[in-house]
């Protein structure tokens, strides 16, 4: 809604709107990384404080928490390495689902090349990268629950 507003105003400085959309996917992406990071640091200061987390040996729990965010899981199941590529695919899909619903994206394409070969272009690589992280986040709360249920066998 604001888009024709930050529009103009990028124009002032001489800002068309393809490096603005630029600017600020890439600024989104930092937001991403900073954001997985800080879940990475969470859980290694929680274990510089209390020790190793072995997971909680829960099937169900961690099922389920991987099907509502992706990663979160792996991270019940002590897994950090596997929540950190879940999480980043989770952040990439609602992302470009933003990006692909809410922004002008589409438009600049358009703008940028008449013949409209980027725009099919664009289109068909969203829906694989959509297509892959629906995929992972299957795969993550099949991952979740099947290393919940091996190791508290292995507990038992």
Same mark, same amino acid.
């Given at each position: 809604?604001?888009?024709?507003?930050?529009?103009?105003?990028?124009?002032?400085?001489?800002?068309?709107?393809?490096?603005?959309?630029?600017? @600020?996917?890439?600024?989104?992406?930092?937001?991403?990384?900073?954001?997985?990071?800080?879940?990475?640091?969470?859980?290694?200061? @929680?274990? @510089?404080?209390?020790?190793?987390?072995?997971?909680?040996?829960?099937?169900?729990?961690?099922?389920?928490?991987?099907?509502?965010?992706?990663?979160?899981?792996?991270?019940?199941?002590?897994?950090?390495?596997?929540?950190?590529?879940?999480?980043?695919?989770?952040?990439?899909?609602?992302?470009?689902?933003?990006?692909?619903?809410?922004?002008?994206?589409?438009?600049?394409?358009?703008?940028?090349?008449?013949?409209?070969?980027?725009?099919?272009?664009?289109?068909?690589?969203?829906?694989?990268?959509?297509?892959?992280?629906?995929?992972?986040?299957?795969?993550?709360?099949?991952?979740?629950?099947?290393?919940?249920?091996?190791?508290?066998?292995?507990?038992?």
């Amino acid at each position: 809604m604001t888009w024709d507003r930050i529009r103009t105003f990028a124009h002032l400085f001489f800002v068309n709107e393809w490096e603005l959309m630029l600017y @600020a996917s890439s600024i989104d992406f930092c937001v991403i990384f900073f954001m997985i990071y800080n879940v990475a640091q969470a859980y290694r200061g @929680a274990e @510089a404080h209390g020790g190793r987390f072995d997971g909680l040996h829960r099937p169900i729990v961690s099922g389920l928490a991987s099907l509502f965010v992706p990663g979160w899981g792996q991270l019940l199941n002590g897994q950090l390495g596997k929540a950190v590529f879940f999480l980043f695919s989770f952040f990439v899909q609602v992302y470009l689902v933003v990006l692909y619903r809410l922004s002008p994206f589409f438009r600049i394409l358009a703008d940028i090349e008449p013949r409209q070969f980027l725009l099919n272009r664009a289109i068909k690589i969203g829906m694989a990268v959509l297509f892959v992280t629906a995929l992972s986040w299957l795969m993550s709360t099949y991952d979740a629950f099947l290393v919940a249920r091996y190791t508290r066998r292995i507990r038992a």
